[in-house]
């Protein structure tokens, strides 16, 4: 299972007045109106599959970019270097997050993690966090 530590301060999904179900962390698969214009910055994706059942996205609540390198990656860069790909991303470091509602008005929060998941797949990975209720 793949992990997301260091994301947000507890308290800032409670911020946009959203309380979490569950928290799920797995896999998901996506697919996008368009084929997205960069392959590191690929957006929201218009619909996913979760345990087999397809989801439409009506629409994005917040997204929000972390390009922080961690661990070896932090210190291999000079630091002046490292601030300007922290703010633009550099491949395969990053995660890009999405609070999503979906036409059943359900809310997830979706995260596209940029990390390569080995030398025959080099790019990124779509994962599900965690469900919301809206109440």
């Known amino acids: 299972m793949t992990r997301f530590p260091d994301r ?4 800032e999904d409670a911020a946009f007045g959203l309380r979490s179900l569950h928290f799920l962390c797995e896999p998901i698969e996506v697919a996008h109106t368009r084929a997205p214009h960069w392959e590191k910055r690929p957006g929201c994706p218009a619909r996913f599959a979760w345990r087999e059942e397809w989801h439409t996205i009506d ?9 922080r390198r961690r661990g070896k990656m932090a210190r291999n860069m000079r630091p002046e270097h490292a601030a300007t790909a922290e703010r633009r991303g ?3 470091v ?4 999405y609070i999503v509602r979906t036409t059943r008005g359900r809310l997830f929060e979706l995260c596209y993690d940029r990390a390569p998941r080995g030398t025959q797949d080099r790019k990124g990975s779509w994962h599900l966090i965690q469900e919301f209720s809206g109440e």
Do not use: K, N
Not at 59 to 67: F, R
């Open 8 to 11: 947000r301060s507890p308290g």
């Open 59 to 67: 629409g994005t609540l917040h997204e929000w970019h972390d390009y």
């Open 90 to 92: 550099s491949w395969g």
């Open 94 to 97: 990053g995660r890009d997050h």
